[in-house]
Nanobody, 125 residues
Framework: QVQLVESGGGSVQSGGSLRLSCAAS????????MGWFRQAPGKEREGVAT???????RIADSVTGRFTISRENSKNTLYLQMNSLKPEDTAMYYC???????????????????WGQGTQVTVSS
């Protein structure tokens, strides 16, 4: 059974940094397409960053240059390093995974079957 558990969220001031973690169980993350998504109140869930089975990443334009996605296969864990945080980054952040995701759907929420419960990130000005 695939399970994803996010951690690392919190409250920071604008310009600060956070690192989110997504601990996976029930499968090997290196064999899955994985991504980070976020959802602010009243808004649709949007893709932030994804990584494929070859380790290639794709970053949303809104966070390019500030966020980095990575994975540590030995720990079966996915990370999202978030730097230079802005108030508009405030959202619930979710980890997602799927066995196969076409490149044009990598940043689309319904391209992923498995989801974690989310971790809240709040950035104050």
């Amino acid at each position: 059974q695939v399970q994803l558990v996010e951690s690392g969220g919190g409250s920071v001031q604008s310009g600060g940094s956070l690192r989110l973690s997504c601990a996976a169980s029930g499968y090997t993350i290196s064999r899955y397409f994985m991504g980070w998504f976020r959802q602010a109140p009243g808004k649709e869930r949007e893709g932030v960053a994804t990584i494929d089975i070859n380790g290639s990443s794709r970053i949303a334009d809104s966070v390019t240059g500030r966020f980095t996605i990575s994975r540590e296969n030995s720990k079966n864990t996915l990370y999202l390093q978030m730097n230079s945080l802005k108030p508009e980054d405030t959202a619930m952040y979710y980890c997602a995974a799927d066995e196969a995701v076409p490149w044009f759907r990598r940043l689309v929420a319904d391209g992923y079957h498995y989801w974690g419960q989310g971790t809240q990130v709040t950035v104050s000005s």
